[in-house]
């Protein structure tokens, strides 16, 4: 079976997943496309050579009788009122982050899916894909470094020049969010937020960097620094400690070179670089469970859950409190669809 | 354009690679297989669900008129045979190493591509596709450590099982005979073997490991280790040594673990492991190079050469002296084909 | 001129500085010991062959002629006692941690300096001395990363036999209290302490791991695990976080293994073995400075600083909350002798 | 005891070991001095505020009553002479590389020690005295690797100002020839020279570099890569592979930086500093074992082998063949005091 898929939005991140759909993966092709700009959906098709229908808008995409799936790449505040109605529709959805610009609006998504019966969203969180983190989640499941007790993290990024407001939390840090309770299979029941001196670096009237606390409802800590005028680099560090030892996330291969005085690695400086993979496995998993009829990654559940932390964690900075994170009971609807594979 | 395949050869390598254009690569199917046990070529287009023709020999397959381009993964002594068949049918041809196992026999089949007016083989030397030694190339091309003069490198694997003979040098360092001269864009004028004291974990009569001492006609000196019953791991190693600075083969990226007082990453000891991701590059690159009527991968005058290398090689441990090594100019044929794609 | 020195406790850290200074270091002599357990006293003069007196107590080291400068290592709470009575008679004085058992006993002692004209005692933190961090610090202050912004550090033993109480905030991370405000030229104005889940190899009734947060007065955010049972190791880490990028405390040297599918290196077991070399550099510098009428080490204005740090630190573990550190501004008496050497 | 020195030539190397002696390390005082700079002689022991006696010449200096032993720091030819005469005088003697300009000169000086009775000669190699390639020995000693079958080394600095004609093998490589000799506990049966392509960065007419390639007795294979214009650093590496795994010699530690897209750290770049610790160990060592009346560094023995291996290499860089080495068997009067402390 090949996966019809309809693509609601095709700018960059649009672009991409046609293209990797198109070219690298297996088990799907693009049907349909449509974005508010209905120009830039024709130059897509064509350029990509698509054999797809354009639609005025994504609601036709969705009930298009042709499509199987769907893909929301759209622009953020439209993403909630797609995968809802991808859900009346009864078609799976992948959804890039957010899932809804409100935690409300995230657990809409997930109350509709309770009433139709079983999940079918995925959200775009990527990191549980890359290579590096399952190998990282494999040592540390494998009891090898025993219980974990403590996580020290970093999400660093050379600048960040759209940046505002919170978005450093918003943004960026929900994706160690996520990927944080799923190698710890944990969830969260605090945040706190330190404000460092801030970097000459920052936009003017933003603060950077951050460094957010959580806890778990295991007891387990956990810091992420989040630094996105680094300068340096695009730079993801995350270590585990646990009762035995300690374990790092592997850091990307490459040429060590002794030249000028110094041994060297070069760090990459652009994201895309760093988990340009990891969207190559997200997407051909999800093809091929969707083709399954299950939901195998970040479920509405997760995205939920990432929207109530991020919530909790903007409201830590302002309070300069420790702020709690409430999170209702997983309901066992969605245990089963949380699988791992690697 | 579906690039319609046929397989002469259905034994672990045969079926890694129709599993691969089946399951994980785009733009070609399997059409035509055969094998000299038929139940096993019945039993892989069964579990593998092929659409493909059992077929009685590797002729029939490359006579098979909806057969665009063959595969030859038999056993090592019929490879020239359907090498050469291939050409004379005018089709594209995939050969895993050797292309033949004399020198002369590659000779033969690099003067069948003469008279027939355009390359149609590529050689399965996969490291030119591997993902690290393209790194290193990168770095060795930009200049940023001057010439190459030296390079040092190892290839070590636990053990060699089914090792007798000159193979250390025939089946294994023919692999780095390869990947060094087209890391280095060079030749090779002379090959030499030091004979180390011998391992107690090598098989009975062997030697291991080895020495080959190679060197080029722009001067460059080259070492490898062969060591084929390491016992620690499968370990690929690589030091280019230019007139400002060193440059080493990226190693696997692993998770780095603290415990028990040691501070370790994990060594790869299946050869798989290391190089799996290379043969899915360098089938997908062979696909697309195909349907665009090119050659950018190995040629068989890469093959040639290695042949005429591994002979030389094999002369200098019998009689422990230098060994010239004599290899004709490249025609002029052959340049255009050798393109680098990264 | 050999500065003649008395020590006063002959444990196991009083014995391990009257070796290094008779066996090891140059210009100065061991001429008076005491200890309570006068029979302890004899058998080091004894076994170590020392031309040296051995007196009642610590009062009659300290008022004998022939001593020019005092080593205290005896019984913490006998500290202060020693130290005041050496200031009292005009006589430089080196002092193991703790200065004095509570701030308001360091702050006598400051004091009783100011009264006296000039600095006199040095404390024993050696980490100031230390190669690794002084090229640490080297790189801080060369500005090559930039205004440091965050400290993420790690103090981590395998096991901690005699641990009860407070002592990972009192007996062990005073080493870091005082370590990185020299590191940062910087002083604290908070502390908090989180609590993570408790290792299993924690003794009964004890809290282990603790996190320390800091808050400097420059606006620099530290972060400080404390995990006295962490098994694997003896393991301290650095890592600071400036403006354009981010510097590591160097890891001892080691021999990096390949074995068994590991590339390792061993990790030290025993604090001793990391800080052997600082010791030996302390006592030198001290001795040298003496001789010099100087003090260039940690001086009891740096004990009073980390005394009142940690006791914020414990009163920040007991409430749970953010508590501020109030050190007056630095005398300029201290000033001009807080030298570093290297 | 204090061992009385006198020392025969105030270069820059003779006043570094004066300077250790006097200031670092203990034991041993400077009581005489000569140089046939007088000039220099008296200027030093001035600067130094030595109480030494300044003699016309090193032979006045052997004979001095209150000498006890003799440091040669003079010109290499002129070691010879003085080192036998400091045998004739019964006084133990440490002598600077090389111990005689000459094979046959280290010969003499072997015969005249056992004539003698006992050896008193000790050679100046000092990186047996390294901590580095102590800890790379303990390593192989144990077993954990097996036993060894091949080194791979090399030697690099950033230039050779000085060089000429051979003295890459004769002056730097020695140390090489001293240190894995004493590494392997083996000795050498040929030699052959390999010439790399020249770096555009050697002296007119010079080669560099050069690659060593040595065989043991035990049948070991050993490379060493000699490259005195690398540019990048002054760089030492050593990679002993046995039958289970492989060791390195470990890399001076230092910090690990993160800026400007590259992980790196910084790589020494003047020899003395890579070897200053051992040059402190190495006198340390002799002044304690001089007084015990033993030596325990590099006998005249290991001096006349390093000089026959020199001799071969130089043979063999002219011959390009590989080149016998012929070492007599030990006299077992060596045997006892060739002693490893660490």
């Known amino acids: 079976m090949i996966l019809r898929i309809g693509v609601i939005g095709t700018g960059a991140i649009g672009q991409d997943h046609i293209r ?17 700009n209905a120009e830039l959906a024709n130059k897509v098709v ?43 529709a009864g078609k799976y959805v992948f959804c890039e982050k957010p899932l809804a610009t409100t935690a409300k609006g995230c657990k809409r998504i997930v ?9 079918l969203t995925q959200v775009g969180f990527m990191r549980r894909f890359d290579r590096s983190y399952r190998q990282l989640k494999k040592i540390v499941d494998s009891g090898k470094i025993g219980e974990a007790l403590m996580v020290h993290s970093a999400h660093r990024a050379p600048e960040a020049p759209g940046f505002s407001g919170d978005m450093a939390l ?58 996105v005028n680094c300068q340096y680099g695009y730079d993801i560090q995350c270590q585990v400690v646990g009762e035995m030892g300690t374990a790092n996330l592997p850091e990307p291969a490459s040429v060590a070179i002794r030249s000028e005085a110094n041994l060297s690695n070069e760090i990459l400086v652009d994201w895309k670089d760093r988990f340009i993979d990891s969207y190559d496995v997200e997407l051909q998993e999800w093809i091929y469970s969707t083709i399954k009829g299950e939901v195998s990654g970040p479920t509405a559940w997760d995205g939920f859950v990432v929207a109530v932390t991020a919530d909790a964690s903007v409201e830590a900075k302002k309070s300069q409190k420790i702020e709690p994170i409430s999170i209702p ?14």
Do not use: C
Request: aromatic share 8%; no cysteine.
């Open 46 to 88: 064509k350029e990509e050579k698509l054999n797809a229908e354009i639609y005025g808008n994504g609601h036709e995409v969705i009930e298009a009788d042709n499509v199987d799936a769907i893909i929301v790449t759209s622009w953020g505040p439209t993403h909630e009122e797609f995968v809802f109605a991808s859900i009346s």
């Open 20 to 36: 990797r759909i198109t070219h690298s993966l297996q088990g799907a092709e693009i049907v349909a496309v449509t974005d508010v």
């Open 111 to 119: 109350e509709a899916e309770e009433a139709h019966g079983k999940p």
């Open 329 to 342: 009971e997983r309901p066992d609807f969605y245990s089963k669809s949380h699988v791992l594979h690697y």
């Open 170 to 227: 918003t943004d960026s840090l929900v994706h160690e969010m996520d990927v944080l309770r799923w190698l710890l299979d944990d969830d969260y029941v605090s945040a706190q937020v330190l404000l460092p001196k801030r970097t000459r670096f920052a936009a003017e009237g933003l603060q950077d960097p951050h460094i957010l606390l959580l806890e778990t409802k295991k007891g387990i800590r956990i810091s992420v620094e989040s630094f």
